[in-house]
């Protein structure tokens, strides 16, 4: 049986402001028709009486959100985070799809066995879709044409030193030699830091070794500036592979990276929602944008991140207005830390249908595991997503 699902404000993500309509949803969570008038809404349930319907009132109803950078950490570091508090953390923000970093876990993902491995845990454990990006580090180049077909949404390094032994930073030549190795169409994002001397070198046993500023003092802007001055150059030299940029944080690589799109380079960025919002100077010491953009970077636009006739009915459904206060209690990732905790914010998830099943409800708490794991088919000149 279809489902309707209704609201007084349904966002459709076209810029067109809101509808008092409905979305018609198939049995196997696909959108099979938009109503974009209470009047057709009423036409139809009085022509299909037995229709299952989900009334959200005066709730926004819009495209699920993505989050394309997350850092999941199973297997081998669960402790830090896992499947399934990662995804109950996602569903009860809104997120109805998320791709995870090959950073952080044992094995990361630098080859396909260890996507396998990932993909094999990560079923039957996952209240949201998510996909997983490869890794690329010394040494697996030979390996990424293989994780390619064999799924990976794209692929992702550090261009500085990591601390972590099993995904180490590729150097300059590393990464054009990688390159070489995948085919036009694929995604390459950095974690685009290059290491530098700086004059700050604080003092064990100084006062302000463990401050923000003292941090923020370690890592100048112009790290950031030379990486991203670089990717924007071998952009501009391989105009058939999209280039990303990950965590973006210093303002003045904004004009080299629109400089390089003008140049008719495929280079993209992603900045943080905390970057946007906190200032360094409320940061207390000693303390440890999202739809149709990001299916688009990620290439699953052809069944992600609209509300559109085919495709998923992934919906966020929030109340703007509503207030709540941040802690630890309604926090669902395994680490508490949080740099908004005790903040009072605005805009309650009240529901977050996935592929038309609720995976979170404020008041009645989380479903079944119920998401799929998004694969990447690939061919030599063909590229596209296929629902699993």
């Not at 099993?166 to 995604?187: C, H, R, S």
């Not at 302000?208 to 952009?235: C, G, H, Q």
Request: aromatic share 8%; charged share 25%.
């Amino acid at each position: 049986m279809d489902i309707l699902f209704i609201s007084k404000r349904i966002y459709l993500g076209k810029g067109d402001g809101f509808i008092n309509g409905g979305i018609i949803v198939s049995t196997e969570g696909i959108i099979q028709r938009i109503l974009k008038s209470s009047q057709e809404v009423n036409s139809y349930m009085y022509n299909t009486e037995s229709e299952s319907v989900i009334d959200f009132e005066n709730m926004v109803l819009m495209p699920g959100l993505i989050d394309t950078n997350v850092h999941i950490n199973e297997p081998g570091r669960k402790d830090w985070e896992g499947f399934l508090t990662a995804t109950k953390a996602a569903a009860a923000g809104g997120f109805t799809t998320i791709i995870d970093r090959a950073t952080n876990a044992i094995p990361p993902t630098t080859n396909a066995a260890n996507l396998k491995t990932k993909t094999s845990i990560a079923r039957g454990k996952i209240y949201v879709d998510i996909g997983f990006w490869g890794g690329i580090v010394p040494g697996n180049f030979n390996e990424l044409p293989e994780l390619a077909s064999s799924g990976v949404i794209g692929f992702h390094c550090s261009l500085c030193p990591t601390n972590l032994p099993e995904f180490e930073y590729v150097t300059k030549e590393q990464v054009k030699e990688a390159i070489d190795k995948l085919d036009d169409g694929a995604i390459i994002a950095f974690h685009a830091e290059m290491e530098k001397v700086t004059t700050f070198v604080p003092k064990p046993n100084d006062d302000n070794v463990k401050s923000y500023e003292s941090f923020l003092k370690t890592r100048p802007p112009s790290m950031e500036i030379e990486a991203v001055s670089w990717i924007a150059d071998l952009a501009e030299c391989n105009k058939k592979k999209h280039f990303h940029i990950l965590n973006l944080s210093a303002a003045e690589t904004i004009p080299i990276i629109e400089k390089s799109q003008k140049n008719k380079a495929n280079l993209t960025a992603e900045t943080c929602h905390h970057y946007l919002t906190l200032c360094a100077e409320d940061v207390e010491d000693c303390h440890t944008v999202m739809c149709e953009s990001q299916a688009n970077m990620c290439g699953i636009q052809n069944f992600k991140g609209k509300i559109e006739e085919g495709y998923d009915a992934d919906f966020c459904v929030w109340d703007p207005e509503e207030e709540f206060l941040v802690s630890p209690e309604i926090i669902q990732f395994r680490n508490k830390a949080n740099p908004y905790m005790n903040t009072k914010l605005r805009g309650v998830v009240h529901a977050t249908v996935v592929r038309g099943l609720h995976v979170f409800q404020k008041y009645e708490g989380f479903g079944q595991p119920l998401g799929k794991v998004i694969l990447r088919k690939t061919s030599k000149k063909v590229v596209k997503f296929v629902r699993l």
